[in-house]
């Protein structure tokens, strides 16, 4: 049997679909998996076990036909149309859209496969292989659901424990560690995101490391970044004397399984941690929306900022002039949320929106533990009582 | 972020596919040639949505 899996989003958005990859692998044990992704998700394929043969969509080269006069516009439609030519050569009996996008719709359709899953186009007609997907469709703003959860709705492993696995060995976990002097805390810090809207800024990052240095005068820390990122957060590491660590995904996934604490914001990287011991503060900013993509683990901290704009929607740029939600979470709530993941502190005393601390038990959710200003209590409560209900 | 006249350029080139994709449609009906103009045309509004074209195209490690 040959299974193609179809992505149309970014990194992060796949590694946290992998569940629902794990999910099918138990469903298929024997079949192939392919997958077809953005080139922005492709660094996946380190890490995502379950998947067979990756396919590349050429979108470089389709953008490039669009911007360049030169080039005809339709050697991008020629591009996408061969692509989707040679995968049909494959003869898959199940396709499956992990993103619920028109783009994936519109790619599901182009595929021969006797079975579909998820969201895709048949004609004109948008189909939805299972009622929970016709309501993600019709009810796009509502907040109930993690996207996450969503999907294993739509999918049917809902009554299903979610799986968390990544390639990696054991042992490149136990040879990090190792480098590490005994009874040292190791902390972690991923200061870069894909969107410039969600950053922290440096000053605060900084501020952060040297006031762990002062609680913890052992700690380890160490800057996550990609080795391409180098250039951006060398200022950051020579300002808080804090090591930085260029490492590909796979590296990045061992450190991580190596570390006490992540401090992130919302990107790829913290989804990594989920299938880990790691304890994670995930900063929200920006489009950064909690209720539907933090990190899906029990026990981690979410800290949001007391803004009224936040969160922003996704596709709009910032208008004003400084991003004031890059100031509206402090160093000393990051601290606060460390001596609550260390001592179980139940009533930190907050500068920031919301201080929550997710579970996941059946379903992803959350307690707050304290939360102020307009907007975030309001969401807060609300979402409480929808999840209630 | 993106260069305004880029961006024009790429409202206009959506606004052909789409445009192409209805003409196909309402002579021949539906096949796979308008369902792969409207996937060029997502292609190109998920890159115009994104706040920074920068990253949304950028290697991610």
């Known amino acids: ?47 995502l076990d379950p998947v067979n043969v990756w396919h590349e969509l050429p979108k470089k080269k389709i953008l490039e036909t669009a911007a360049l006069a030169s080039v005809g516009l339709l050697d991008g439609v020629d591009l996408l149309a061969a692509c989707f030519d040679r995968l049909n050569l494959e003869n898959f009996d199940l396709a499956v859209s992990l993103s619920h996008t028109r783009f994936c719709a519109y790619a599901l359709s182009l595929i021969c496969a006797s079975e579909k899953h998820g969201t895709y186009f048949e004609g004109e007609n948008l189909k939805c292989s ?151 503060i995930e900063l929200c900013l920006g489009s950064a929306d909690f209720f539907k993509q933090a990190i899906y683990k029990p026990g981690a901290v979410i800290l949001t900022p007391k803004v009224s704009c936040y969160p922003c929607a996704h596709q709009s740029r910032c208008p004003l002039e400084k991003r004031i939600c890059a100031q509206g979470i402090e160093a000393e709530d990051v601290i606060q949320a460390l001596k609550f993941l260390k001592n179980k502190e139940e009533r930190p005393s907050i500068h920031c929106g919301a201080f929550i601390t997710t579970t996941t038990d059946t379903q992803w959710s959350y307690r707050a533990l304290s939360a102020q200003g307009g907007k975030n209590e309001k969401a807060v409560s609300r979402t409480e009582a929808e999840q209630n209900h | 972020m993106k260069k305004p006249s880029l961006e024009q350029k790429l409202n206009k080139t959506i606004e052909k596919l789409d445009a192409s994709a209805q003409k196909i449609i309402a002579t021949r009906g539906y096949s796979s040639e308008p369902a792969v103009l409207r996937m060029l045309s997502e292609i190109l509004k998920e890159q115009l949505r994104n706040e920074d074209s920068r990253y949304s195209t950028r290697p991610v490690r």
């Open chain 1, 130 to 280: 299972s009622l929970d997907f016709l309501e993600m469709e019709n009810l796009k703003e509502t907040r109930k659901l993690h996207y996450l959860d969503a999907y294993r709705k739509g999918f049917g492993s809902f009554d299903e424990k979610v799986e968390w696995r990544f390639r990696g060995s054991e042992e490149d976990t136990l040879q990090k560690r190792s480098l590490l002097n005994e009874g040292r805390s190791l902390y972690l810090f991923q200061p870069l995101s894909s969107e410039v809207k969600k950053a922290w800024s440096l000053e605060r990052w900084t501020r952060l490391m040297q006031e762990i240095r002062r609680m913890d005068p052992l700690a380890e820390m160490k800057i996550l970044c990609a080795p391409f990122e180098v250039g951006e957060v060398q200022a950051l590491s020579q300002a808080a004397q804090v090591e930085l660590l260029p490492t590909d995904l796979k590296e990045a996934l061992a450190w991580i399984r190596a570390a006490d604490f992540l401090i992130t914001l919302d990107t790829s990287i913290k989804h990594l941690a989920n299938a880990s011991r790691c304890k994670v």
């Open chain 1, 1 to 47: 049997m040959k299974v193609l899996f179809v992505h149309g989003l970014k990194l992060g958005d796949l590694l946290m679909a992998a569940p629902v990859l794990q999910f099918y692998r138990r469903k298929y044990p024997r079949a192939e998996f392919h997958l077809l992704a953005l080139p922005e998700a492709m660094a996946a394929s380190q890490v």
